[in-house]
């Protein structure tokens, strides 16, 4: 790997590889050392690999580069790291030389082109919709199950599957107002990211967040022709393709002219909180972005900064927390959702480990079998929490283990945190039919003291 095959933006006078001192803290926090036990899979080992590239001792070829792909990006190593390594940086910086050196076989291209022409695009993902729908209301996907032919597919074609959502037609007529004014005196000005996923299989959140903004004093604009921020582009080493997203997204929400701008999807925050050193180095867009970032709140931080106004109703229900990686380890926001779910009356909070849950943006649909077993460990400490829903502040987590779930047959809901506060605001039991949910197969799970 050489200085050229790396973004000018990202060059700095001091190598972040060169901060690592191999003392093995991160290895229990990595979820890929954890399944194997294998040195290359863990990040020390990689940035052995990053080091060998950089020293020409090693050439980039598929077997290096499988040990890159198969890296959540979690940041669980970053929160362990006594060194402060920027790992984070470093796993883009690699990925990203990936892409542009073309060492991928032809039908790997392929398979990721396809992904990215269409998940960070609302529209494609709605026109897809019906299709997707029809497929599992006419009961052919039921039908391809029994007689066992995903088993025939590549597993990468059975993931996609495997993380598809109940689906509601509904979904295609739902936009969010461009602007929810707020209750009472207004505090502040706050422009709602709505994502690309999230807008499509997540409408709920969306709805959910802007009304909790509402109800605590905030003015909410959310504008209707946003589109990705980049996020899952720039983790997967499309980095050229990701900043053209986020300067697009940064344009249009600074022309709401916002005080600050919230984020209910934790990848996308700590993407965009993160703008403002991905283009350093851009002298048109470098001071532009640092503010923006600046600006940038993930909506649980932003509520637990502001006093609370409405009143919270008692909403009696055990509730499993899923830390979403990108909000603890990533933007170091470990209390925020806690404190506030925990401000419920009669709710119980209980929480599963902080590793993650094999999502990792498209990781579960790249390296499916990998993000099973990562997934299979953290459904283990859900299920042993005997909950009846289960929290987490990303959408990419939803799926995962709504997925995970559904393969079990437990009927444990998986809402984002924000919906648990918006039915608790409003009086009300959160939603029995969430989309990401697994199909019901008993009322719910048993509670703590119950067989």
Not at 182 to 200: F, S
Not at 232 to 261: C, I, K, P, Q, W
Request: glycine share 8%.
């Amino acid at each position: 790997m050489t200085a050229e095959q790396l973004s000018p933006f990202r060059q700095r006078r001091r190598d972040p590889l060169d901060d690592c001192v191999h003392c093995g803290f991160c290895l229990p926090h990595c979820p890929t050392y954890v399944s194997w036990g294998e040195e290359m899979d863990s990040p020390r080992g990689r940035i052995e690999l990053m080091r060998g590239l950089r020293e020409g001792r090693l050439r980039l070829d598929p077997e290096v580069v499988s040990h890159f792909d198969r890296c959540l990006g979690c940041m669980g190593c970053v929160t362990a790291c006594p060194s402060g390594v920027r790992y984070g940086e470093l796993i883009e910086r690699t990925r990203a030389a990936v892409e542009t050196a073309g060492v991928r076989p032809r039908a790997d291209r392929w398979y990721r082109a396809l992904l990215f022409a269409l998940f960070p695009y609302p529209r494609r993902l709605r026109t897809l919709l019906p299709l997707l729908w029809l497929y599992q209301a006419s009961g052919l996907r039921r039908l391809l199950r029994r007689a066992g032919l995903f088993r025939l597919l590549p597993a990468r074609l059975g993931a996609l599957d495997a993380l598809l959502p109940r689906l509601r037609l509904s979904g295609l007529r739902r936009r969010l107002p461009e602007r929810t004014p707020a209750t009472g005196p207004p505090r502040l000005r706050v422009a709602l990211l709505t994502g690309c996923v999230q807008q499509v299989f997540f409408p709920e959140v969306n709805e959910a967040t802007a009304r909790v903004l509402s109800a605590e004093g905030c003015d909410v604009s959310a504008p209707a022709d946003q589109g990705c921020c980049g996020a899952l582009s720039m983790h997967a080493g499309r980095e050229e393709e990701s900043l053209r997203l986020a300067r697009a997204l940064v344009a249009r929400l600074e022309r709401t002219g916002a005080d600050l701008y919230a984020v209910n999807a934790a990848g996308c925050g700590s993407h965009l909180k993160d703008l403002g050193r991905l283009l350093a180095g851009d002298p048109a867009w470098a001071d532009r972005a640092r503010a923006f970032s600046e600006r940038v709140r993930d909506v649980n931080e932003l509520l637990a900064a502001l006093p609370a106004r409405a009143r919270r109703h008692p909403l009696r229900a055990r509730v499993a927390f899923q830390p979403s990686c990108h909000l603890f380890h990533a933007q170091g926001i470990r209390a925020a959702p806690q404190a506030l779910l925990r401000a419920i009356p009669g709710l119980e909070l209980v929480e599963v480990g902080d590793q993650c849950c094999g999502s990792a943006g498209v990781y579960n649909l790249l390296e499916p079998a990998s993000a099973a077993e990562v997934g299979a460990r953290k459904v283990e400490a859900v299920l042993a929490a005997r909950p009846q829903y289960l929290a987490s502040a990303n959408p990419g987590c939803l799926l995962q283990l709504g997925g995970q779930l559904r393969a079990r047959g437990v009927a444990v809901r998986t809402l984002h945190p924000i919906e648990l506060l918006d039915a608790s605001i409003r009086g009300e039991r959160p939603s029995r039919e969430h989309p990401a949910g697994p199909e019901p197969v008993r009322d719910r799970a048993p509670g703590p003291n119950e067989d």
